[in-house]
């Protein structure tokens, strides 16, 4: 089994920075891929960045060249650095793990609150 515990959201002005955290523990081992993913009132959970086990990162275009994915495999903890944040950034934000870099993620934490304000 996989825990995931995010933390570092928060309330912040547009153009503002936050840096997320997820710890992963448990059998980390298994763990290939990891996931921030959001989700704003109203809407659908949206995937944000994906990091696989090679380090390399794919990004959703609402965030390419804004956000940056990395994880530091040592401790078991996947960061996502947001710079220029907008309004429209904000929605709870989710660590996701996946056993495999295909498909929906295995694991899920519990979110933390992203509110950007205008």
């Known amino acids: 089994q996989v825990q995931l515990v995010e933390s570092g959201g928060g309330l912040v002005p547009a153009g503002g920075s936050l840096r997320l955290a997820c710890v992963v523990s448990g059998s980390t081992s298994s763990i290939n891929t990891l996931d921030w993913y959001r989700q704003a009132p109203g809407k659908q959970r949206e995937m944000v960045a994906t990091i696989y086990r090679s380090g390399n990162p794919r990004y959703a275009d609402a965030v390419k060249g804004r956000f940056t994915i990395s994880r530091d495999n040592a401790n078991s903890t996947v960061y996502l650095q947001m710079d220029s944040l907008k309004p429209e950034d904000t929605a709870v934000y989710y660590c996701?793990?996946?056993?495999?870099?295909?498909?929906?993620?295995?694991?899920w934490g519990q979110g933390t609150q992203v509110t950007v304000s205008s």
């Open positions: 996701g793990a996946r056993k495999y870099p295909w498909g929906a993620s295995d694991y």
